[in-house]
T-cell receptor
Framework: GDSVTQMEGPVTLSEEAFLTINCTYTATGYPSLFWYVQYPGEGLQLLLKATKADDKGSNKGFEATYRKETTSFHLEKGSVQVSDSAVYFC????????????FGEGTQLTVNP | GAVVSQHPSRVICKSGTSVKIECRSL??????MFWYRQFPKQSLMLMAT?????????EQGVEKDKFLINHASLTLSTLTVTSAHPEDSSFYICSAPGTGGGQPQHFGDGTRLSIL
């Protein structure tokens, strides 16, 4: 079955540091890939997405590129802010699954001033 | 603005109580909605797929009689936790898929359920 593996957290960075959160996946079809962010006590918000190989999703300074050859979708940001502190989830949706999402374990990011 | 509204956001109740959580799609119709459960510091686990006009599809290990799902209309799905016990305490989140292939799901803000 489909699965998503994220790097283990928590991750603690200083403001303006470079961020990478690794995500790899296994899927039987050609999935769409997503990064969601969850702020404390809230639901999930879509951060960015990519629907096919070599697509780059970007939003709010975050980027991730759909790499089919390495089955990866790593999240990056060049300069993090305190307000980026949250839990980040990598997820995939297999087109044959009726839009259901398979989530990674989540990575807690804390950015200190 | 929010495209999926989930209510209530927080519930605290006594053991043995049944609790109903509502998930509404705003400004669009959702023939399918998903219900997830999230334990502290863990990922989201899909509990069931709610289907308008038919029975919900439950994931393996989820008790159908414990977690009743009703998709009453094209904009409303409800999850009822029956005879709740402390082990049912969790964060429950619903979502509705966007239209078109590869579109993201829209999530509600979640319901924090605490059973005393």
């Amino acid at each position: 079955g489909d699965s998503v593996t994220q790097m283990e957290g928590p991750v603690t960075l200083s403001e303006e540091a470079f961020l990478t959160i690794n995500c790899t996946y296994t899927a039987t079809g050609y999935p769409s890939l997503f990064w969601y962010v969850q702020y404390p006590g809230e639901g999930l918000q879509l951060l960015l997405k990519a629907t096919k190989a070599d697509d780059k999703g970007s939003n709010k300074g975050f980027e991730a590129t759909y790499r089919k050859e390495t089955t990866s979708f790593h999240l990056e940001k060049g300069s993090v802010q305190v307000s980026d502190s949250a839990v980040y989830f990598c997820a995939l949706s297999d087109r044959g699954s009726g839009s259901r999402l398979t989530f990674g374990e989540g990575t807690q990011l804390t950015v200190n001033p | 603005g929010a495209v999926v509204s989930q209510h209530p956001s927080r519930v605290i109740c006594k053991s043995g109580t049944s609790v109903k959580i509502e998930c509404r799609s705003l400004d669009f119709q959702a023939t399918t909605m998903f219900w997830y459960r999230q334990f502290p510091k863990q990922s989201l686990m899909l509990m069931a797929t709610s289907n308008e006009g038919s029975k919900a599809t439950y994931e393996q290990g989820v008790e159908k009689d414990k977690f009743l799902i009703n998709h009453a209309s094209l904009t409303l799905s409800t999850l009822t936790v029956t005879s709740a016990h402390p082990e049912d305490s969790s964060f429950y989140i619903c979502s509705a898929p966007g239209t078109g292939g590869g579109q993201p799901q829209h999530f509600g803000d979640g319901t924090r359920l605490s059973i005393l």
